[in-house]
């Protein structure tokens, strides 16, 4: 039991960092821009989602 605990609180301090990063990511980028590149990423054809992980 005690590691099933321990195991829930780790995942759940990873999902936290997780979260944090991807907000601040948010923040960090005006929204008009966001939306474009998005659109650009989900339309592009033969473009790998990967490519633009940098």
């Known amino acids: 039991m005690k590691v099933f ?16 990063f991807i907000l601040h990511g948010l923040f960090m980028q005006p929204l008009n821009e ?3 590149g998005l659109m ?3 339309t592009a054809s033969g473009v790998l989602v990967t490519d633009y992980i940098v």
Not at 7 to 15: A, F, G, S
């Open 34 to 36: 966001l939306s474009d």
């Open 5 to 20: 605990i321990y195991k829930r609180k780790v995942q759940l301090i990873i999902l936290f960092y997780i979260l944090v």
């Open 40 to 42: 650009r990423i989900f």
